[in-house]
């Protein structure tokens, strides 16, 4: 059967409308969503200009105080997980003092967190501004937001970094 | 296994349960609460007691896609309550589910999930005289959330002790049916009413959480055997609008859920019947935002 060029026409115009009639009317987040691979990044942590990281793969705080890089340990996933938190100034730049003060995974589309019954958060060994969160526990699969509260050089402030569990 | 005991309810209960084995649990993020059972003119009370097995239950995502399988692995729910009739337009009716999860890596816990109180008034009462004049009837439901819920630290790894949605619920709705001699059709339209909850996290931050405005409509068509029993199909579709925080709206969290049931009933006596309903939850077309279950419940009701 051979379709005629108006025929091709409707048909590509009937496939336009159909395109522009599905999808999720609610408005999508701004922020890319990051994924296991993004957060790994490629080979070494240190990045150009003597940065920790690279821009791809830092998450900003909301006043912009630090920067932060996760990297997956093992997740993400419906069950225990494990990453290690890279705490960078505004710049990307190793901060002359860290500390990570809360990290807190949250599902915020449904308005709750993960079990940390059993969380632990520790300073990674020979790592200047590295931390671990170790069995924390994500509930079930969808987007979720990992809040990460942190001082770096004297500053406090809040990354939320949102991931999603397959 | 742990029981929670809650004293508001215990002196009213006695036996009971729902006109539909709804699993008011099986979706921890919330659902809409349980409907007022339907009572004929000259009833004025009515028992149930219902039994009812949830499995299957896997996550469905913004954008439609089933996710893991998520904890519990299933859960039987018994449902207990009692209508009272007031006049032959007014009935109240008290609901409350007991249920018990499961998980094969945790101990299996048991406790209290949300109880109800509905109310239901009859606008229009269906007649053999006035076949065409369907049942009209207006319901409204008040679920407070007593239950431990997923907004409520700490929380098991396989939320084995959650028993609630953690949400109250207002449900406003409209019934009409027809009972044409051997075909029964019924439509219901539930207006979901949100109440705003202030979830405490791990910091000391609070944020105060609003579920969605939703709608729930319900079809239901079937065909009953006069004196002996009826078999009825549901479909169902519940939509909500999106959550908020602190009034601002989350994006990409609006609900959608497609359900199916059937539910087929059997006379056991004069007013007494027994049943069994199946149904799944977001079982066709396109679901956002909720949990797939699947549920089979046994049911036992006795009206004097």
Known sequence: MSVSKFGWQWLCLFGALLTLGCGEKDSQPTQPIATPADQQGTGSDVAEDGALFSSQEAHSSAAGHFTAKIVWEDGPKVGYCSLKVILADGERKAPTTSELVNFEPWMTVHGHGGSLRKMTVAKVDGEDSAYRADQFYLTMSGPWDLKITAKVNGQEDTAVIPVEVP | ?304
């Not at chain 2, 692995?73 to 337009?89: C, V």
């Open chain 2, 1 to 304: 296994m742990a029981i929670n005991i809650y004293r508001a309810l215990g002196a009213l209960l006695v036996v009971a349960g729902l006109m539909t084995a709804d699993s008011a649990t099986a979706c921890p993020c919330g659902c809409g609460a349980v409907n007022a059972q339907v009572m004929y003119p000259g009833e004025n009370w009515r028992f149930a007691l219902t039994v009812s097995h949830d499995s299957g239950f896997a996550p469905v995502s913004a954008d439609g896609r089933l996710g893991s399988e998520s904890s519990p692995t299933s859960r039987q729910t018994l449902t207990l309550g009692i209508a009272r009739s007031f006049s032959d337009s007014l009935s109240a009716t008290i609901s409350l589910p007991m249920e018990i999860n499961h998980h094969p890596d945790a101990a299996s816990h048991g406790g209290f999930s949300d109880p109800s109180l509905s109310l239901r008034y009859s606008l229009l009462q269906q007649t053999i005289a006035e076949p065409l004049l369907p049942g009209l009837q207006l319901f409204a439901t008040l679920k407070p959330s007593l239950a431990k819920s997923l907004y409520d630290q700490p929380i098991h790894e396989y939320q084995m002790d959650i028993h609630g949605n953690g949400l109250n619920e207002g449900v406003a709705g409209l019934d009409v049916w027809y009972d044409l001699s051997e075909w029964k059709l019924g439509v219901q339209q539930n207006l979901i009413l949100p109440m705003t909850r202030i979830n405490e996290g791990s910091a000391g931050t609070s944020q105060a959480f609003t579920p969605g405005l939703g709608a729930k409509l319900a079809v239901s068509a079937g065909y009953n055997w006069i004196g002996a029993g009826q078999l009825l199909g549901i479909i169902e579709q519940e939509l909500r609008q999106p959550n908020k925080i602190s009034g601002k709206e989350i994006p990409r969290s609006r609900v959608r859920v497609n359900n199916f049931g059937v539910a087929a009933t059997v006379a056991a006596g004069p007013r007494r019947s027994i049943g069994i309903n199946l149904k799944r939850t977001a079982a066709f077309g396109s679901n956002q935002n909720t949990t797939r279950a699947d549920s089979i419940a046994i049911f036992y009701m006795a009206a004097i």
